[in-house]
């Protein structure tokens, strides 16, 4: 465990020193003068000259580069121009909102998962079965920005029964939409891969040999069938968790909710590079990490799996 746990950290850090530079490069690349922008479209030459000097935008690439990973190495993300406030800092106080909404979305997305996943399944070919599969076919292929604003216009604007997004008291009313908005469609995806490993599993020869002694089908397929056909939906949920927690930048930025996501958006609006490279590699690590708990997690519901 401890060697394959060094291992994967290991990976973290390749994983993180890929991003960090992948996303420099291309940040790099953005057309426009971070300067100018910063010092305004009337500013003198001399003050631009003087905010390029501030940011460090006067040296070669290569060296802002390193010079942008030794301090990320020593815990430093830089400081953000348009926030003036560390990057770090900024991340920090948008983590607990990001959480909020990460945390509703993965148990909205388990719920519809296993309750549509199970009865698709124990009812195969049935008009339940089938409509699951055109609702998860339809989640997948509706744009978030699309659905999110037809939520708002349409519960929020029309029938006035939520608030037009943002972020305040009482937090599950401000937190449904968005979060329906990203779990609903991802849940019935979910639910189908559900049942297409519920149904193998069923026909394997211990269900057989339980069905054989008596025991009721719900009973089977929860007890029975279930813990081994969920591990890969738990996967890919912990794989989203990562993603979540690194913000939902399409979904954020459609409700306002203010989360990393939304930073890393304002962060592109503004030019801020350091911004930007910081909430990438967050959410970068966040994934990489969550990888690894979801292999943990698998060894914990089955015991048959060996990592190595």
């Known amino acids: 465990m401890l060697a394959y746990l060094t291992h994967r950290l290991l990976g973290v850090v390749v994983v993180a020193l890929g991003v960090l530079t992948i996303t420099f490069v291309l940040v790099s690349m953005i057309p426009g003068d971070v300067a100018v922008f910063y010092a305004g479209p009337h500013a003198s030459g001399q003050l631009i ?10 040296k070669p690439k290569y060296i802002q580069y390193f ?6 190495v020593q815990g430093n993300l830089g400081q953000s121009a348009s926030l003036d406030e560390p990057v770090r800092t900024a991340i920090w106080q948008r983590l607990p909102q990001t959480m909020q909404l990460a945390a509703a979305v993965i148990v909205l997305e388990l719920l519809v998962a296993l309750t549509c996943g199970i009865l698709a399944a124990m009812y195969e070919g ?3 079965d089938r409509i699951g599969a055109g609702l998860a076919a339809l989640g997948v292929s509706l744009p978030g ?23 305040g008291d009482p937090i599950p009313e401000y937190l449904l939409l968005p979060a329906l908005t990203a779990a609903v469609p991802s849940g019935f995806w979910y639910s189908r891969i559900l049942r ?13 040999t ?20 969920i591990i890969p939906v738990i ?15 399409v979904i954020e930025t459609v409700f306002s909710w203010p989360g990393i996501g939304f930073l890393a958006y304002e962060g592109v609006q503004n030019l801020d590079v350091p911004l930007v490279i910081g ?28 990592l190595g």
């Open 49 to 58: 000259n003087e905010v390029r000097h501030s940011l460090g935008l006067d």
């Open 67 to 72: 010079a942008y990973l030794w301090q990320t």
């Open 126 to 128: 049935s008009l339940f």
């Open 145 to 167: 920005f699309w659905l999110g604003t037809v939520l708002l216009f349409v519960v929020a604007y029309k029938l006035s029964l939520l608030p037009l997004g943002g972020y």
């Open 196 to 208: 297409a490993n519920l149904l193998e599993i069923l026909h394997a020869d211990y269900i057989r």
């Open 210 to 229: 339980a069905r054989s002694k008596g025991l009721a089908r719900p009973w089977v397929v929860l007890r029975h069938a279930l813990p081994n056909a």
């Open 235 to 249: 996967t890919i949920a912990a794989m989203d968790l990562g993603q979540l927690l690194g913000g939902l930048v």
């Open 279 to 306: 909430t990438t590699l967050f959410t970068a690590i966040a994934i990489a990490l969550l990888n690894i708990v979801a292999d943990l997690l698998r060894m914990v519901i089955d015991p048959r799996v060996r």
